[in-house]
C-alpha cells in the first residue's frame, strides 16, 4: 500500500531529514490507524439508513402544504407504478426485474406516505383536544379520521394493484388538505 515504507526508504528518510527510523515508525503508525478509522467513518456513513422525517424538536419550522404536496406527488408516484407493474405483468415474457423494481418503487412511496402523515402530521402537527371543546374536538377527530384513511389506504396500496386505492388516497388527501388548513386552529 501507499503508506508502507520501506526499511531502505525508513533509512533514507532519516539520513535525509535527520529523523530516527523510530520516529519515522511512529508516524507511519499513525497513518495507518487514521487511514484506518477514516475508512471504518466513510463506510459505516455510506451504509447507514438515511431518514428524512422533520424533527421532533418544537423548531417551529413548518411547511403543511409541502407535505401534502409531497404525498400527491407519492400517490401519483404509486398509480405510475401500479400501471407499470400491470403492464409489464401482461407482456409476452414479463420482465420480472422490472416488475420487481417497480413494486419496490410503489412500496417505498406507500410508505414514505405513512412517514409524512404518522411522523409529521400525527406526531408533531395534529395537537390533542379535550373533548370539553366539543367544536375543537370534533375537528380534531376528523382529522385524525382522514389521517388515519391516508395510513390505511397506504397500506392497501402496497398490497395490490387495486386503482380504487389511488382513488380513495387522492380523496382523503384532498378532503384533508381542506379540512386542515381551512378550519384548523394550530
Known amino acids: 500500500m501507499l503508506f508502507f515504507i520501506s526499511t531502505f526508504e525508513q533509512i533514507y528518510f532519516s539520513i535525509a531529514y535527520k529523523v530516527n527510523i523510530k520516529q519515522i515508525a511512529l508516524i507511519m503508525k499513525n497513518i495507518k490507524q487514521f487511514v484506518f478509522i477514516s475508512l471504518i467513518a466513510i463506510i459505516t456513513l455510506t451504509f447507514s439508513k438515511k431518514t428524512f422525517a422533520h424533527c421532533e424538536i418544537p423548531c417551529g419550522i ?13 400517490i401519483t408516484t404509486i398509480e405510475k ?21 417497480w413494486v419496490n418503487n410503489k412500496e417505498d412511496h ?20 379535550e373533548p370539553e371543546n366539543k ?19 397506504s397500506m392497501k396500496a402496497k398490497q395490490t394493484t387495486d386503482f380504487n386505492y389511488i382513488d380513495k388516497l387522492n380523496i382523503s388527501v384532498l378532503d384533508f388538505e381542506e379540512e386542515y388548513f381551512h378550519t384548523h386552529e394550530y
Open 62 to 74: 413548518y411547511e403543511d402544504s409541502l407535505r401534502i404536496e409531497l404525498i400527491k406527488e407519492h
Open 135 to 153: 367544536n375543537s374536538h370534533k375537528k380534531y377527530i376528523l382529522h385524525l379520521s382522514l389521517l388515519h384513511e391516508l395510513l390505511v389506504y
Open 110 to 129: 406507500a410508505k414514505k406516505i405513512q412517514e409524512i402523515v404518522s411522523q409529521y402530521f400525527l406526531h408533531q402537527r395534529i395537537k390533542i383536544v
Open 81 to 101: 407504478s401500479m400501471q407499470m407493474i400491470l403492464k409489464l405483468s401482461n407482456d409476452k415474457t414479463p420482465n420480472y426485474n422490472q416488475i420487481v423494481r
